[in-house]
């Protein structure tokens, strides 16, 4: 069975600093391609940043490019978002899930972690 962990999260100042992780278990890591998406209240579930299965290609949306940096690590299952200039509007449920191939779109992905909150605070 896949599992998907998310940690780090927390609460932070603007222009602060976090790194998430997502610890995965239950299948061939470096097999699929890993994202991440967040959650604010009253709002969709938006993605945020995705990497493929070798780490050599990612993908980020727009809103934080130049600002986080996903990256993982196949020997420990293990992936990773460094979220740097934090803003009050990057408050949000973070979540990391696994899809077949590098995507932005949330229907492709198929295994989800339980989430962890962002708080940024002004």
């Known amino acids: 069975q896949v599992q998907l962990v998310e940690s780090g999260g927390g609460l932070v100042q603007a222009g602060g600093s976090l790194r998430l992780s997502c610890a995965a278990s239950?299948?061939?890591?470096?097999?699929?391609?890993m994202g991440w998406f967040r959650q604010a209240p009253g709002k969709e579930r938006e993605f945020v940043a995705g990497i493929s299965g070798n780490g050599l290609v990612t993908r980020y949306a727009d809103s934080v490019k130049g600002r986080f940096t996903i990256s993982r690590d196949n020997a420990k299952n293990t992936v990773y978002l460094q979220m740097n200039s934090l803003k009050p509007e990057d408050t949000a449920v973070y979540y990391c899930?696994?899809?077949?191939?590098?995507?932005?779109?949330?229907?492709?992905?198929?295994?989800w972690g339980q989430g962890t909150q962002v708080t940024v605070s002004s």
């Open positions: 239950g299948r061939t890591f470096r097999n699929y391609a």
């Open positions: 899930a696994t899809s077949q191939s590098l995507s932005a779109s949330r229907p492709n992905y198929d295994y």
